[in-house]
């Protein structure tokens, strides 16, 4: 069997280091440099994320990536002013219930990432924007990219993200809505804010505060090992720049819409946002890093009727979003279709049985409403 897969994110990445491990071939396409998009700088992985890690990745690859996330995050947090001092003033458990975050520990997305891209030189190609895909009568899919070059494989899965080119064409009647909703995120050396006594306030656990029309979420991410130790002991084939620079830091986030972002840049804007907040605050935006702050577009894509199964699917954002935990959901659909493509191989089950129960599983999982053909 052979795969080809649109998009060189955390799920199809995950997907590629299972199907190697397994001994499927596989490429993957990526139109962006090996450095990506802004994504965003921390990523919350609950156990969802966490699963399918330990079963794609190699040992040392999930070794590394353990040891350098934060500690447990079992509650989240509210915060007010008390007395002109930050104060905890509610908790509620990360249970995954009632639209609550799961348990969980954060990572450093771009880190994350960079183990992941480790060791599959040959098998991820960057700048390779895919245009368009062709289903042919033998029982294979060509695709064609924008440089002119042509490949042609068993298996095509497009994971390439909620603009996916795969999917516009393999699902035209999927809408992206954008629901006008924006998110700015950004990161602030955690040297840089240790007087306000933010760390010890929240420790690890993910923390938010609203003041009239302004709420901040926040979490610290202080690394279990030494990003640069852990590399030294369990992946030293990860590039030495992955690791160079980091240190631990405060990850924020300020909701807002498209009308109040304006022109302006993203960190300009959070800083705006922030004089409502109280004065303890504020540092945390002031001192961020402006190159790391980014606003992310809030879109949803409602539930669809199910289509039959082929030798094309889709994986994460491509067809279901999930602010705030679209990684791990990602990285789940990677694992799951990694399994079934795996009974497929075997001849345990047949390539559009396989595809069409992953298929099955993501929609009912995904959406909390499915409807059904014909419905």
């Known amino acids: 069997m052979r795969v080809i897969v649109v998009g060189a994110g955390l799920g199809g990445l995950t997907l590629a280091h299972g199907l190697c491990r397994a001994g499927i071939d596989v490429v993957v396409y990526e139109r962006d440099s090996e450095l990506g998009r802004p994504q965003g700088v921390s990523l919350h992985v609950d156990d969802r994320g966490a699963s399918a890690l330990r079963t794609c990745l190699p040992p040392a690859h999930v070794a590394m990536a353990e040891a350098t996330m934060g500690g447990p995050r079992e509650q989240t947090l509210t915060l007010s002013e008390v007395d002109g001092k930050l104060a905890v003033v509610g908790a509620q458990p990360s249970d ?133 130790a852990a590399r030294r002991q369990w992946l030293p084939t990860l590039r030495s720049s992955a690791v160079a620079e980091i240190e631990d830091y405060v990850m924020w986030a300020l909701p807002t819409t498209q009308e109040r972002l304006g022109s302006v840049t993203a960190w300009r804007r959070a800083n705006e946002l922030t004089v409502d907040l109280p004065s303890a605050l504020r540092p945390v935006v002031a001192a961020a890093w402006p190159d790391v702050t980014v606003a992310l577009r809030i879109g949803m894509i409602p539930p669809m009727q199910a289509w039959p199964a082929s030798r094309v699917t889709v994986i994460g954002d491509a067809i279901h979003l999930a602010p705030g935990f679209g990684g791990n959901l990602a990285m789940r659909d990677a694992h799951r279709l990694c399994e079934a493509l795996i009974e497929a191989d075997s001849g345990r089950v047949g390539l559009l049985d396989a595809i069409g129960s992953y298929e099955d599983t993501m929609r009912r999982d995904s959406f909390p409403a499915p409807v059904k053909a014909g419905a």
């Open 96 to 228: 995954g219930m009632a639209g609550r975050a799961r348990p969980g520990r954060q990572v450093h997305r771009p880190l994350l990432r960079a183990v992941l891209l480790t060791e599959l030189d040959d098998v991820v190609r960057f700048g390779a924007q895919f245009t368009r895909f062709e289903q042919r009568a033998g029982g294979t899919v060509r695709a064609w990219f924008a440089d002119g070059s042509v490949d042609t494989a068993d298996v095509l899965v497009g994971a390439d993200g909620i603009g996916s080119a795969v999917r516009r064409q393999y699902l035209p009647h999927v809408r992206v809505i954008d629901t006008g909703r924006r998110m700015l995120m950004g990161a602030t050396p955690l040297r840089a804010v240790v007087d306000i006594g933010l760390p010890e306030l929240i420790g690890d656990s993910p923390a938010s505060m609203r003041t009239r029309d302004t709420m901040m979420v926040l979490g610290v991410l202080r690394f279990t090992e030494s990003p640069i």
